[in-house]
Protein backbone atom coordinates (compact mmCIF):
# COMPACT_ATOMS: atom_id res chain seq x y z
CA UNK A 1 0.00 0.00 0.00
CA UNK A 2 2.85 2.65 -0.18
CA UNK A 3 2.51 4.20 -3.62
CA UNK A 4 -0.41 5.89 -4.59
CA UNK A 5 -3.60 4.26 -5.83
CA UNK A 6 -4.62 6.61 -8.05
CA UNK A 7 -2.39 6.19 -11.38
CA UNK A 8 -2.64 2.53 -11.07
CA UNK A 9 -6.15 2.64 -10.94
CA UNK A 10 -6.73 4.99 -13.78
CA UNK A 11 -4.42 2.80 -15.97
CA UNK A 12 -6.18 -0.28 -15.21
CA UNK A 13 -8.73 -1.37 -18.32
CA UNK A 14 -12.04 0.21 -17.74
CA UNK A 15 -14.01 -1.70 -20.40
CA UNK A 16 -16.95 -2.54 -19.82
CA UNK A 17 -16.41 -6.06 -21.25
CA UNK A 18 -14.83 -7.55 -18.03
CA UNK A 19 -14.17 -11.45 -17.75
CA UNK A 20 -17.27 -11.42 -15.76
CA UNK A 21 -20.47 -9.00 -16.09
CA UNK A 22 -20.60 -6.97 -12.99
CA UNK A 23 -24.48 -7.97 -12.11
CA UNK A 24 -23.25 -11.62 -12.65
CA UNK A 25 -20.36 -11.10 -10.38
CA UNK A 26 -22.71 -9.52 -7.48
CA UNK A 27 -24.86 -12.38 -7.45
CA UNK A 28 -22.39 -15.24 -7.88
CA UNK A 29 -21.82 -16.58 -4.29
CA UNK A 30 -19.43 -19.80 -3.06
CA UNK A 31 -21.21 -21.94 -0.34
CA UNK A 32 -19.80 -22.07 3.20
CA UNK A 33 -18.20 -25.43 2.99
CA UNK A 34 -15.58 -23.67 0.22
CA UNK A 35 -15.26 -20.78 2.18
CA UNK A 36 -14.33 -22.80 5.07
CA UNK A 37 -11.53 -24.45 3.21
CA UNK A 38 -10.45 -21.27 1.87
CA UNK A 39 -10.49 -20.14 5.27
CA UNK A 40 -8.34 -23.51 6.89
CA UNK A 41 -5.69 -22.72 4.39
CA UNK A 42 -5.14 -18.97 4.99
CA UNK A 43 -5.01 -19.69 8.83
CA UNK A 44 -2.35 -22.44 8.21
CA UNK A 45 -0.15 -19.82 6.06
CA UNK A 46 -0.47 -17.26 8.33
CA UNK A 47 0.18 -19.51 11.58
CA UNK A 48 3.01 -21.59 9.10
CA UNK A 49 4.71 -19.36 7.21
CA UNK A 50 4.17 -15.76 8.21
CA UNK A 51 7.78 -15.06 10.16
CA UNK A 52 6.35 -12.43 12.70
CA UNK A 53 2.80 -12.82 12.33
CA UNK A 54 2.55 -12.75 16.14
CA UNK A 55 5.20 -9.96 17.05
CA UNK A 56 1.94 -7.31 17.79
CA UNK A 57 -0.99 -9.48 17.81
CA UNK A 58 -0.57 -13.02 19.93
CA UNK A 59 -1.74 -16.14 18.24
CA UNK A 60 -4.34 -16.88 20.24
CA UNK A 61 -6.00 -13.39 19.49
CA UNK A 62 -5.67 -14.28 16.00
CA UNK A 63 -6.82 -17.71 16.15
CA UNK A 64 -9.91 -16.55 18.14
CA UNK A 65 -10.20 -14.04 15.47
CA UNK A 66 -10.37 -16.66 12.67
CA UNK A 67 -12.59 -18.81 14.63
CA UNK A 68 -15.25 -15.85 14.90
CA UNK A 69 -15.23 -15.83 10.80
CA UNK A 70 -15.20 -19.70 10.66
CA UNK A 71 -18.47 -19.23 12.35
CA UNK A 72 -20.07 -17.12 10.32
CA UNK A 73 -19.46 -19.10 7.25
CA UNK A 74 -22.98 -20.01 7.49
CA UNK A 75 -24.12 -18.26 4.04
CA UNK A 76 -23.05 -18.32 0.82
CA UNK A 77 -20.69 -15.04 -0.11
CA UNK A 78 -19.41 -13.47 -2.96
CA UNK A 79 -16.17 -12.92 -3.41
CA UNK A 80 -16.27 -8.93 -2.09
CA UNK A 81 -18.12 -10.67 1.01
CA UNK A 82 -16.06 -12.73 1.49
CA UNK A 83 -12.88 -10.84 1.22
CA UNK A 84 -14.97 -8.18 3.90
CA UNK A 85 -14.24 -11.08 6.76
CA UNK A 86 -10.88 -12.54 5.84
CA UNK A 87 -9.21 -9.11 5.26
CA UNK A 88 -9.38 -7.61 8.50
CA UNK A 89 -7.61 -10.72 9.65
CA UNK A 90 -4.37 -10.73 7.16
CA UNK A 91 -4.64 -6.99 8.83
CA UNK A 92 -4.00 -8.70 12.31
CA UNK A 93 -1.11 -9.06 11.51
CA UNK A 94 0.26 -5.82 11.94
CA UNK A 95 2.89 -6.28 9.15
CA UNK A 96 2.07 -3.94 5.86
CA UNK A 97 4.40 -6.78 3.71
CA UNK A 98 1.44 -8.83 4.02
CA UNK A 99 -0.79 -8.21 1.04
CA UNK A 100 -3.67 -9.18 0.36
CA UNK A 101 -6.04 -8.67 -3.47
CA UNK A 102 -8.83 -9.53 -4.83
CA UNK A 103 -8.64 -12.00 -8.15
CA UNK A 104 -8.13 -9.48 -10.82
CA UNK A 105 -11.43 -10.24 -12.65
CA UNK A 106 -13.30 -9.42 -9.59
CA UNK A 107 -10.60 -5.76 -9.15
CA UNK A 108 -11.22 -4.98 -12.94
CA UNK A 109 -15.33 -5.27 -12.16
CA UNK A 110 -15.32 -3.19 -9.13
CA UNK A 111 -13.31 -0.57 -11.03
CA UNK A 112 -14.88 -0.51 -14.45
CA UNK A 113 -18.64 -0.92 -13.18
CA UNK A 114 -18.94 0.03 -9.54
CA UNK A 115 -20.26 3.31 -8.65
CA UNK A 116 -17.23 5.20 -6.75
CA UNK A 117 -17.04 8.18 -4.27
CA UNK A 118 -16.33 10.89 -6.78
CA UNK A 119 -13.41 12.69 -4.97
CA UNK A 120 -9.65 11.91 -4.75
CA UNK A 121 -8.73 13.07 -1.44
CA UNK A 122 -6.04 13.73 0.78
CA UNK A 123 -5.72 13.72 4.59
CA UNK A 124 -3.58 16.39 6.59
CA UNK A 125 -3.09 16.17 10.39
CA UNK A 126 -6.58 13.46 9.76
CA UNK A 127 -8.20 16.29 8.57
CA UNK A 128 -10.26 14.92 4.81
CA UNK A 129 -9.32 17.79 1.78
CA UNK A 130 -10.60 17.65 -1.34
CA UNK A 131 -8.18 17.26 -4.50
CA UNK A 132 -10.01 16.55 -7.61
CA UNK A 133 -13.57 16.77 -7.83
CA UNK A 134 -14.64 14.20 -9.84
CA UNK A 135 -18.49 14.63 -9.12
CA UNK A 136 -21.29 15.13 -12.02
CA UNK A 137 -22.50 18.96 -11.22
CA UNK A 138 -21.59 22.09 -11.07
CA UNK A 139 -19.97 21.85 -7.48
CA UNK A 140 -16.35 22.11 -6.95
CA UNK A 141 -14.88 21.49 -4.06
CA UNK A 142 -11.07 21.32 -4.67
CA UNK A 143 -8.95 22.55 -1.82
CA UNK A 144 -12.14 22.21 0.74
CA UNK A 145 -12.26 20.18 3.58
CA UNK A 146 -15.04 17.43 3.78
CA UNK A 147 -16.28 17.26 7.31
CA UNK A 148 -19.02 14.16 7.10
CA UNK A 149 -19.48 11.60 4.31
CA UNK A 150 -23.18 10.53 4.79
CA UNK A 151 -23.24 11.73 8.55
CA UNK A 152 -20.32 10.01 9.26
CA UNK A 153 -16.70 11.88 10.19
CA UNK A 154 -14.21 11.13 7.35
CA UNK A 155 -11.75 9.63 10.06
CA UNK A 156 -14.08 7.24 11.57
CA UNK A 157 -14.21 6.24 7.93
CA UNK A 158 -10.98 5.58 6.92
CA UNK A 159 -10.29 3.42 10.09
CA UNK A 160 -13.24 0.89 9.56
CA UNK A 161 -11.50 0.59 6.28
CA UNK A 162 -8.15 0.10 6.99
CA UNK A 163 -9.12 -2.42 8.47
CA UNK A 164 -9.22 -4.16 4.96
CA UNK A 165 -5.32 -3.66 4.89
CA UNK A 166 -2.20 -4.44 6.90
CA UNK A 167 -0.28 -1.46 8.27
CA UNK A 168 2.92 -2.13 10.96
CA UNK A 169 2.00 -1.95 14.36
CA UNK A 170 -0.23 0.37 15.97
CA UNK A 171 0.46 3.31 13.35
CA UNK A 172 -2.72 4.85 13.13
CA UNK A 173 -1.58 7.72 10.93
CA UNK A 174 -0.58 5.35 7.93
CA UNK A 175 -4.03 4.25 7.46
CA UNK A 176 -5.30 8.04 6.64
CA UNK A 177 -2.14 8.21 4.28
CA UNK A 178 -2.50 4.72 2.80
CA UNK A 179 -5.94 6.02 1.94
CA UNK A 180 -5.01 9.09 -0.09
CA UNK A 181 -6.53 9.99 -3.66
CA UNK A 182 -8.85 7.76 -5.34
CA UNK A 183 -7.76 4.70 -2.74
CA UNK A 184 -10.29 5.88 -0.26
CA UNK A 185 -13.11 5.17 -3.07
CA UNK A 186 -11.43 2.00 -4.09
CA UNK A 187 -11.60 1.24 -0.21
CA UNK A 188 -14.94 2.30 0.39
CA UNK A 189 -16.45 0.33 -2.01
CA UNK A 190 -14.86 -2.84 -0.60
CA UNK A 191 -16.13 -2.06 2.93
CA UNK A 192 -19.48 -0.94 2.10
CA UNK A 193 -20.81 -2.13 -1.37
CA UNK A 194 -22.79 -0.27 -3.63
CA UNK A 195 -23.98 2.89 -2.13
CA UNK A 196 -25.80 5.11 -4.71
CA UNK A 197 -25.28 8.57 -3.07
CA UNK A 198 -23.48 10.24 -0.87
CA UNK A 199 -24.38 13.45 1.58
CA UNK A 200 -21.22 15.88 1.76
CA UNK A 201 -20.12 18.74 4.44
CA UNK A 202 -17.90 20.48 3.82
CA UNK A 203 -16.45 24.03 4.67
CA UNK A 204 -16.49 26.56 1.79
CA UNK A 205 -14.04 29.11 0.84
CA UNK A 206 -15.31 31.11 3.88
CA UNK A 207 -15.19 28.36 6.43
CA UNK A 208 -18.71 28.61 6.95
CA UNK A 209 -20.22 24.77 7.19
CA UNK A 210 -22.33 24.07 3.74
CA UNK A 211 -23.61 20.40 2.30
CA UNK A 212 -24.21 19.41 -0.70
CA UNK A 213 -25.29 15.19 -2.51
CA UNK A 214 -23.52 13.72 -5.11
CA UNK A 215 -24.12 10.35 -6.61
CA UNK A 216 -21.61 7.97 -6.63
CA UNK A 217 -19.86 6.76 -10.04
CA UNK A 218 -17.75 4.85 -12.47
CA UNK A 219 -13.97 5.21 -12.30
CA UNK A 220 -14.10 6.37 -15.49
CA UNK A 221 -16.84 8.88 -15.21
CA UNK A 222 -14.71 10.10 -12.02
CA UNK A 223 -11.78 10.63 -14.56
CA UNK A 224 -13.62 12.49 -17.31
CA UNK A 225 -15.25 15.20 -15.01
CA UNK A 226 -11.45 15.83 -13.29
CA UNK A 227 -10.06 16.35 -16.72
CA UNK A 228 -12.77 18.72 -17.26
CA UNK A 229 -13.08 20.55 -14.59
CA UNK A 230 -9.19 21.00 -14.23
CA UNK A 231 -8.08 20.55 -18.20
CA UNK A 232 -4.70 22.33 -17.49
CA UNK A 233 -3.76 21.14 -14.02
CA UNK A 234 -5.14 17.33 -13.75
CA UNK A 235 -2.02 15.78 -16.43
CA UNK A 236 -1.20 12.52 -15.44
CA UNK A 237 1.69 12.97 -12.95
CA UNK A 238 5.29 13.22 -13.47
CA UNK A 239 6.73 10.54 -11.15
CA UNK A 240 10.06 12.64 -9.64
CA UNK A 241 13.60 11.04 -10.23
CA UNK A 242 14.69 8.41 -7.76
CA UNK A 243 17.39 10.75 -6.35
CA UNK A 244 17.62 14.25 -5.83
CA UNK A 245 20.93 16.31 -4.78
CA UNK A 246 21.06 20.42 -4.43
CA UNK A 247 23.01 22.70 -3.18
CA UNK A 248 20.16 25.10 -1.33
CA UNK A 249 22.89 27.69 -0.06
CA UNK A 250 26.46 28.41 0.86
CA UNK A 251 25.77 26.19 4.26
CA UNK A 252 22.59 23.81 3.05
CA UNK A 253 22.63 20.72 0.86
CA UNK A 254 19.47 18.64 0.10
CA UNK A 255 19.65 14.83 -0.85
CA UNK A 256 16.27 12.95 -1.55
CA UNK A 257 16.34 9.17 -2.29
CA UNK A 258 12.53 8.06 -3.27
CA UNK A 259 13.42 4.27 -3.24
CA UNK A 260 16.05 1.88 -2.54
CA UNK A 261 14.27 -0.45 -5.72
CA UNK A 262 17.56 -0.98 -7.27
CA UNK A 263 15.55 -1.35 -10.51
CA UNK A 264 13.91 2.12 -10.70
CA UNK A 265 17.32 3.32 -9.19
CA UNK A 266 18.90 2.72 -12.36
CA UNK A 267 16.27 4.34 -14.01
CA UNK A 268 18.16 7.43 -13.35
CA UNK A 269 20.52 8.14 -16.04
CA UNK A 270 22.36 11.05 -14.74
CA UNK A 271 24.21 8.57 -12.54
CA UNK A 272 25.92 5.34 -13.81
CA UNK A 273 24.58 4.30 -10.73
CA UNK A 274 23.52 4.69 -7.27
CA UNK A 275 26.50 4.51 -5.47
CA UNK A 276 28.05 6.83 -7.89
CA UNK A 277 25.23 9.28 -7.27
CA UNK A 278 26.00 8.97 -3.54
CA UNK A 279 29.74 9.52 -3.64
CA UNK A 280 29.42 12.41 -5.85
CA UNK A 281 26.58 13.78 -3.91
CA UNK A 282 28.87 13.97 -0.88
CA UNK A 283 32.08 14.87 -2.43
CA UNK A 284 30.77 17.90 -2.67
CA UNK A 285 29.26 18.25 0.05
CA UNK A 286 32.57 18.02 1.62
CA UNK A 287 34.30 20.19 -1.05
CA UNK A 288 32.08 22.90 -0.76
CA UNK A 289 31.81 23.22 2.91
CA UNK A 290 28.45 22.61 3.33
CA UNK A 291 27.58 22.37 7.35
CA UNK A 292 23.83 21.52 7.37
CA UNK A 293 22.50 18.66 4.93
CA UNK A 294 18.44 18.02 4.76
CA UNK A 295 18.20 14.22 4.07
CA UNK A 296 14.37 13.20 2.46
CA UNK A 297 13.16 9.97 2.67
CA UNK A 298 9.30 10.91 3.12
CA UNK A 299 8.63 9.12 -0.25
CA UNK A 300 11.06 6.29 0.31
CA UNK A 301 9.01 3.11 0.02
CA UNK A 302 11.84 0.70 0.93
CA UNK A 303 13.44 -1.66 -2.02
CA UNK A 304 16.22 -3.55 -2.15
CA UNK A 305 18.40 -4.72 1.04
CA UNK A 306 21.44 -3.25 1.53
CA UNK A 307 20.53 0.60 -0.34
CA UNK A 308 19.29 1.57 2.76
CA UNK A 309 22.80 1.07 4.57
CA UNK A 310 24.49 2.54 2.13
CA UNK A 311 23.36 5.54 1.98
CA UNK A 312 23.27 5.41 6.30
CA UNK A 313 27.39 4.64 5.97
CA UNK A 314 27.90 8.27 4.67
CA UNK A 315 26.06 9.49 8.26
CA UNK A 316 26.75 7.18 10.66
CA UNK A 317 28.90 4.79 12.76
CA UNK A 318 28.79 1.33 12.27
CA UNK A 319 27.22 -0.68 14.73
CA UNK A 320 24.77 -4.03 14.94
CA UNK A 321 22.10 -3.08 12.80
CA UNK A 322 20.05 -6.58 13.89
CA UNK A 323 19.31 -8.40 16.65
CA UNK A 324 18.67 -11.29 14.09
CA UNK A 325 16.81 -11.69 10.66
CA UNK A 326 14.97 -14.82 11.06
CA UNK A 327 12.10 -17.39 9.04
CA UNK A 328 10.09 -18.93 10.91
CA UNK A 329 9.91 -22.35 8.45
CA UNK A 330 12.07 -22.92 4.90
CA UNK A 331 9.16 -25.22 4.18
CA UNK A 332 4.57 -24.87 4.85
CA UNK A 333 2.44 -27.33 3.51
CA UNK A 334 -1.05 -26.11 4.16
CA UNK A 335 -3.85 -28.62 3.58
CA UNK A 336 -7.90 -28.26 4.69
CA UNK A 337 -8.44 -32.22 4.10
CA UNK A 338 -9.95 -32.09 1.02
CA UNK A 339 -8.21 -29.52 -1.83
CA UNK A 340 -4.65 -29.91 -2.75
CA UNK A 341 -2.06 -29.25 -0.10
CA UNK A 342 -0.33 -26.07 -1.20
CA UNK A 343 3.36 -25.65 -0.72
CA UNK A 344 5.10 -22.03 0.44
CA UNK A 345 8.65 -21.70 0.74
CA UNK A 346 10.93 -19.41 2.01
CA UNK A 347 14.49 -18.61 0.86
CA UNK A 348 16.07 -19.91 -2.17
CA UNK A 349 18.72 -22.82 -1.64
CA UNK A 350 22.57 -20.90 -1.67
CA UNK A 351 20.61 -18.09 0.34
CA UNK A 352 19.53 -20.63 2.88
CA UNK A 353 22.62 -22.82 3.20
CA UNK A 354 25.63 -20.09 2.52
CA UNK A 355 24.26 -16.87 4.29
CA UNK A 356 21.26 -18.71 7.25
CA UNK A 357 22.40 -21.62 9.80
CA UNK A 358 19.05 -24.08 10.71
CA UNK A 359 17.82 -23.61 14.70
CA UNK A 360 16.91 -26.43 16.85
CA UNK A 361 13.17 -25.60 16.23
CA UNK A 362 13.52 -25.61 12.40
CA UNK A 363 14.01 -21.74 11.97
CA UNK A 364 16.92 -20.36 9.99
CA UNK A 365 18.80 -17.17 11.18
CA UNK A 366 21.46 -15.48 9.51
CA UNK A 367 24.96 -16.20 10.60
CA UNK A 368 26.23 -12.27 11.48
CA UNK A 369 28.57 -11.72 8.74
CA UNK A 370 27.48 -13.78 5.88
CA UNK A 371 25.82 -12.42 2.41
CA UNK A 372 24.74 -8.92 4.08
CA UNK A 373 25.14 -10.05 7.55
CA UNK A 374 23.65 -8.18 10.38
CA UNK A 375 25.55 -5.25 10.90
CA UNK A 376 24.98 -1.35 9.46
CA UNK A 377 27.44 -1.78 6.53
CA UNK A 378 30.87 -3.19 5.34
CA UNK A 379 32.53 -0.80 4.28
CA UNK A 380 33.91 3.06 5.55
CA UNK A 381 33.02 5.50 2.48
CA UNK A 382 35.57 8.25 1.72
CA UNK A 383 33.36 11.18 2.07
CA UNK A 384 31.36 11.15 5.01
CA UNK A 385 29.10 14.02 6.58
CA UNK A 386 29.27 15.06 9.88
CA UNK A 387 27.46 18.20 10.42
CA UNK A 388 24.06 19.15 11.16
CA UNK A 389 21.13 16.95 10.18
CA UNK A 390 17.76 16.99 9.59
CA UNK A 391 16.01 13.71 7.87
CA UNK A 392 12.23 14.31 6.56
CA UNK A 393 9.83 11.25 6.84
CA UNK A 394 5.89 11.04 6.45
CA UNK A 395 3.98 7.88 6.69
CA UNK A 396 4.80 6.61 3.48
CA UNK A 397 8.72 5.64 4.86
CA UNK A 398 8.41 2.21 5.35
CA UNK A 399 10.42 -1.15 4.53
CA UNK A 400 13.92 -0.13 4.13
CA UNK A 401 12.88 3.12 3.91
CA UNK A 402 12.14 3.12 7.58
CA UNK A 403 15.09 0.80 8.30
CA UNK A 404 17.41 3.89 7.16
CA UNK A 405 15.74 6.11 9.87
CA UNK A 406 15.20 3.63 12.79
CA UNK A 407 18.97 3.37 12.55
CA UNK A 408 19.86 7.39 12.06
CA UNK A 409 16.98 7.99 14.83
CA UNK A 410 18.36 5.30 17.33
CA UNK A 411 22.11 6.50 17.12
CA UNK A 412 20.54 10.19 18.01
CA UNK A 413 22.35 11.54 14.87
CA UNK A 414 19.45 13.78 13.28
CA UNK A 415 16.86 15.94 13.71
CA UNK A 416 13.70 14.24 12.11
CA UNK A 417 10.77 16.68 10.85
CA UNK A 418 7.98 15.50 8.84
CA UNK A 419 5.22 13.05 10.51
CA UNK A 420 5.54 9.15 12.29
CA UNK A 421 6.90 6.79 9.55
CA UNK A 422 4.61 3.83 8.27
CA UNK A 423 7.53 1.16 8.61
CA UNK A 424 7.83 -0.14 12.61
CA UNK A 425 10.79 1.06 14.67
CA UNK A 426 11.46 -2.18 16.07
CA UNK A 427 11.73 -4.03 12.51
CA UNK A 428 9.51 -5.52 9.77
CA UNK A 429 8.57 -9.16 8.19
CA UNK A 430 9.57 -8.57 4.00
CA UNK A 431 12.21 -9.92 2.30
CA UNK A 432 10.73 -12.74 0.27
CA UNK A 433 7.36 -13.36 0.43
CA UNK A 434 5.20 -16.15 -0.92
CA UNK A 435 1.28 -16.00 -2.74
CA UNK A 436 -1.51 -17.95 -1.56
CA UNK A 437 -4.38 -18.04 -3.97
CA UNK A 438 -7.25 -19.58 -2.10
CA UNK A 439 -8.84 -21.84 -4.46
CA UNK A 440 -12.50 -21.23 -4.16
CA UNK A 441 -12.43 -17.35 -3.97
CA UNK A 442 -9.83 -16.78 -6.29
CA UNK A 443 -8.27 -14.25 -3.44
CA UNK A 444 -4.30 -13.95 -3.10
CA UNK A 445 -2.43 -13.17 0.09
CA UNK A 446 1.30 -12.65 0.22
CA UNK A 447 2.79 -13.51 3.12
CA UNK A 448 6.51 -12.12 4.26
CA UNK A 449 8.97 -14.73 5.43
CA UNK A 450 11.67 -12.95 6.53
CA UNK A 451 11.46 -10.96 9.68
CA UNK A 452 13.77 -8.39 10.57
CA UNK A 453 14.36 -7.23 14.57
CA UNK A 454 16.32 -4.38 14.45
CA UNK A 455 19.06 -3.11 17.22
CA UNK A 456 17.07 0.39 18.63
CA UNK A 457 15.96 1.64 21.61
CA UNK A 458 14.21 4.89 22.44
CA UNK A 459 10.60 4.84 21.10
CA UNK A 460 7.34 2.76 21.85
CA UNK A 461 6.73 -1.09 20.57
CA UNK A 462 4.62 -0.71 17.82
CA UNK A 463 5.29 2.76 16.64
CA UNK A 464 7.33 4.10 13.45
CA UNK A 465 10.14 6.77 13.78
CA UNK A 466 8.26 9.90 15.54
CA UNK A 467 9.54 13.14 14.39
CA UNK A 468 11.77 15.87 16.99
CA UNK A 469 9.26 18.18 14.81
CA UNK A 470 6.07 17.41 13.14
CA UNK A 471 5.76 19.16 9.84
CA UNK A 472 2.45 18.91 7.86
CA UNK A 473 1.69 21.45 5.07
CA UNK A 474 -1.46 23.06 4.96
CA UNK A 475 -3.94 21.95 2.34
CA UNK A 476 -2.89 25.19 0.11
CA UNK A 477 0.62 24.64 0.47
CA UNK A 478 -0.28 20.69 -0.80
CA UNK A 479 -2.05 21.12 -4.01
CA UNK A 480 1.05 23.60 -4.83
CA UNK A 481 2.94 20.28 -5.39
CA UNK A 482 5.90 19.14 -3.69
CA UNK A 483 8.40 22.33 -4.59
CA UNK A 484 6.13 23.98 -2.66
CA UNK A 485 6.15 21.63 0.33
CA UNK A 486 9.59 21.33 0.25
CA UNK A 487 9.87 24.90 0.58
CA UNK A 488 7.49 24.78 3.83
CA UNK A 489 9.88 22.71 4.93
CA UNK A 490 13.38 24.64 4.42
CA UNK A 491 11.07 27.68 5.65
CA UNK A 492 10.49 25.97 8.74
CA UNK A 493 13.99 24.46 9.56
CA UNK A 494 15.37 27.53 9.00
CA UNK A 495 13.50 28.96 12.20
CA UNK A 496 15.32 26.87 14.44
Given at each position: MKYSILLVLLSISLHTGTAQDFSQLQRSKISPDK???????LWQGVDQFHSGAYWYTSRDSIKTAFNQVRAQLTDSLTVLGFHRLIAPLVGLTREDHADIALPSEVRKAVLGRGALFPFSIVFLDRKMYCVWDGSVG????RGLEIISISSRPPQDLALQMGQL??????IERVKYSDLSDLTFSYYHYLEFGHV???GIVYKDKDGMLDSLVVDAQPLKVIREQIQRRY?????????????DFRILDDRTAYIAVHTFDTPDLRKDKRYSNYKQFLAISFKTIADAGIQRLIVDVSQNGGGNEGNENLLYSYLGENYRKYERVRVKTQLAVLDNGIDSPIRLRALPFFERWLHNQRMPDGSYERKPKAGHGLMAYKREPEYKFTGELFVKISPVTYSGGSEFANMVYTRNRATFIGEETGGGYFGNTSGYSSKLELPHSGIRIYLPALQFVMDVQGLPFGRGVIPHQQVIPDIETYLQGPEAVLNFILTTISKQ
Open positions: LSRDLELDNDLFSSDGFPSFPNEAEEEVEAPPV
